[in-house]
Each structure stands twice: as structure tokens, then as C-alpha cells.
């Protein structure tokens, strides 16, 4: 079983950044895949990046592309997604999910593990 606890949301203006934090209990942290994801009122879970376990390997949805950058320490046990540039779109409540077969996926249904959401609030 993995526990994983997200923070570093808040309320930022639009152009401003974040840095969000992914804890993950577990020796075997090192050996998974993790993804951000989002989710905004009335919407779907949507991707927004993943890391695979060694984090040789990122992936990012287009809207997010070259603003937001993913990465982790394993010996922390935490990933890490840094949102710069921010938008009133990416206003979300933002979660962080793991993959223990360590396979870098961009949907939800991919991931096992998930943590309980931090909220970022973009300000126009």
C-alpha cells in the first residue's frame, strides 16, 4: 500500500507560480511511475504531467507545456511539479498518483494510488 499526500496549493495571481509537493510513503517509491492530474468543477480528471521511476522520461499535456516541469527525488520519497506562467485555467484541485508496474501513462486509469488533492487558485 502507498500513502501519498500532496501540498503547496494555494491562491496565486495569473503569471505567478507554485511548486507542489507529492509525499509517498513506501521503500519501493523509487520503482514507480507518478503523474499529476487535475480536476476542475463540473470537469474530468484531467493529465497534466507524469515521471517515470528513474525520471529519465517526462510527459506533459499541451496545455501545460512549457510551463509546468515535473520531477522527483527518490531519496525524499516526493515528486514535484513546478507551475510557472499560471493561468485562471489552471485552476484545479491537483492530485498525485502513482503507477507501481512503473509504466509512464497519461491516463487516470493507469495509476493505482492517488493522494487527496492540494487546490490551486489562479487569480485574474
Known amino acids: 500500500q502507498v500513502q501519498l499526500v500532496e501540498s503547496g496549493g494555494g491562491l496565486v495571481q495569473a503569471g505567478g507560480s507554485l511548486r507542489l509537493s507529492c ?3 513506501g521503500r519501493t517509491f523509487s520503482t514507480y511511475a507518478m503523474g499529476w492530474f487535475r480536476q476542475a468543477p463540473g470537469q ?3 493529465f497534466v504531467a ?3 521511476w528513474s525520471g529519465g522520461s ?3 499535456a499541451d496545455s501545460v507545456k512549457g510551463r509546468f ?3 522527483r527525488d527518490n531519496a525524499k520519497n516526493t515528486v514535484y ?3 510557472n506562467s499560471l ?3 489552471d485552476t484545479a484541485v491537483y492530485y498525485c498518483a502513482a503507477d507501481p508496474t512503473g509504466r509512464v501513462g497519461v491516463s487516470a486509469y493507469e495509476y493505482d494510488y492517488w493522494g ?3 487546490q490551486v487558485t489562479v487569480s485574474s
Open 44 to 46: 474530468e480528471r484531467e
Open 58 to 60: 517526462t510527459y506533459y
Open 87 to 89: 493561468k485562471p485555467e
Open 50 to 52: 507524469a515521471i517515470s
Open 69 to 71: 516541469t515535473i520531477s
Open 116 to 118: 487527496q488533492g492540494t
Open 81 to 83: 511539479l513546478q507551475m
Open 23 to 25: 509525499a509517498a510513503s
